[in-house]
């Protein structure tokens, strides 16, 4: 029980989804992907699909419920082929499920699985959300760069028009969901004046004893600022729209959400016994520390080294779909490794992001990857897994060499993979 307990992640999803949960259930998330992509101008429609994308796993797998369809609906809307939208609005969530504008669930699980393996080499290691942050900001616009090409230059092309004849009309949203995204938006805007207000002064609280933000009260308190902003924002569109009358449906909602979150609760307290075993027998310290001095040996380090953990984790990533249970499973060995051949392990996690995310979508293994297919085949019933790798294989190829080198190059310019995270240990 204590080492569930002690779990570094457990606590901190629990907070984040229960303030997110509010959001999602009324629906406030799901109108956010439909006006952000609908409003978007013709040209860029390719683009910001995949930026809504890969920012929507603040509703989790939720994500590809939503915007597959919306994807397949505003692609015929505007004379494209419905089934490159759907697999657009697919490969945007799955492919580039690691990155993101925003914190989400998914840095909250894999720092904390980080955290824990970390402590095998230094007990004090404590590698936060946001660790990554910078670098999974900008691959998020990269990989809808990158995306876009593909799809327009590529997929679409070898697609083809759309010969068949079912037509989904896509409904707006209403008057009072748009008056309450409104609401939401002032909200927001006076949520974060009143977060500048608190900490940009020198003598603020949430700054350390040097005035500086890295590390700050600020910066280790982020995923309950961010709790707080999810749930004020979640009860404003709830109230306007309806659904939120008391702080009684906030709690409806919010027990929701833990029902949802079983699953990850019982992934959780797997992880945590796996790991504790991992530290009570010595096992990982003995694997790194000769697995280290081979890399030594062999004069493997480095850039050369984050390749080879990439293409190794790719091909595990392939038959394990749940990058959460991967990473449980590869982290205890492979973070202290590393950390042994002086790289940080917020590197290491970055590095593992990359692999995870790319073979998402061509993995029939994926329970995604038969919701994609299900779409497809309400506008071609003849469509198959054929079909569908046949679309996702170029964006997954195009993703992995973009993404790598984007790394790479990271790498060698020396750039901080989040505020005051480096590359290498000092």
């Not at 380090?301 to 249970?325: D, E, K, Q």
């Amino acid at each position: 029980a204590k080492n569930y307990v002690n779990f570094p992640p457990l606590g901190v999803i629990l907070v984040i989804m229960l303030a997110i949960g509010v959001a999602d259930k009324v629906g406030m998330i799901a109108s956010l992907m439909q006006v952000s992509v609908i409003k978007a101008p013709r040209h860029l429609t390719t683009f910001v699909i995949f930026l809504v994308g890969m920012c929507s796993h603040l509703a989790s797998d939720a994500a590809y419920i939503v915007l597959i369809p919306l994807s397949a609906m505003i692609f015929q809307a505007v004379g494209r082929n419905p089934l490159v939208g759907a697999v657009t609005g697919y490969v945007a969530v799955g492919a580039g499920y690691d990155a993101s504008l925003f914190i989400t669930p998914v840095d909250i699980i894999l720092s904390g699985i980080t955290t824990g393996a970390a402590h095998a080499i230094d007990p004090n290691a404590y590698v936060s959300p946001l660790d990554n942050y910078y670098f999974i900001a900008c691959s998020a616009v990269l990989l809808s760069l990158v995306g876009t090409l593909v799809i327009e230059r590529i997929v679409e092309p070898l697609a083809g028009k759309y010969t068949g004849d079912v037509v989904l009309k896509l409904e707006p949203i209403g008057a009072v969901e748009s008056r309450a995204l409104k609401r939401v938006g002032w909200v927001a805007l006076a949520f974060l004046a009143v977060v500048l207000a608190v900490v940009l002064p020198a003598g603020s609280p949430l700054r350390n004893e040097e005035g500086g933000l890295v590390p700050s009260p600020f910066l280790e308190g982020i995923v309950a600022i961010l709790a707080v902003f999810f749930l004020t924002l979640g009860w404003v569109y709830g109230a306007a729209v309806g659904k939120v009358k008391s702080a009684r449906d906030v709690a409806g909602y919010m027990a929701e959400a833990v029902k949802e979150l079983a699953p990850t609760l019982v992934l959780f307290f797997a992880i945590s016994q796996f790991l504790a075993w991992f530290r009570w027998t010595n096992l990982g310290e003995w694997i790194a520390i000769y697995g280290s001095h081979l890399l030594d040996t062999g004069g493997l380090g480095g850039t050369p080294l984050v390749l080879a953990f990439i293409l190794l984790a790719m091909v595990m990533s392939v038959f394990i779909t749940s990058g959460s249970a991967q990473w449980s499973l590869m982290a205890p060995v492979f973070v202290p490794m590393m950390m042994l051949v002086g790289l940080e392990p917020a590197l290491v996690q970055a590095a593992f992001r990359i692999s995870d995310s790319v073979t998402n979508v061509i993995s029939p293994m994926s329970p995604y990857f038969a919701v994609c297919l299900a779409f497809l085949q309400r506008y071609q019933k003849d469509a198959g897994i054929g079909t569908l790798a046949a679309m996702t294989l170029p964006i997954s190829i195009g993703f992995l060499v973009a993404w790598t080198a984007f790394l790479v190059l990271w790498i060698e310019i020396g750039l901080p993979l989040a505020p005051g995270v480096g590359l290498f240990l000092k």
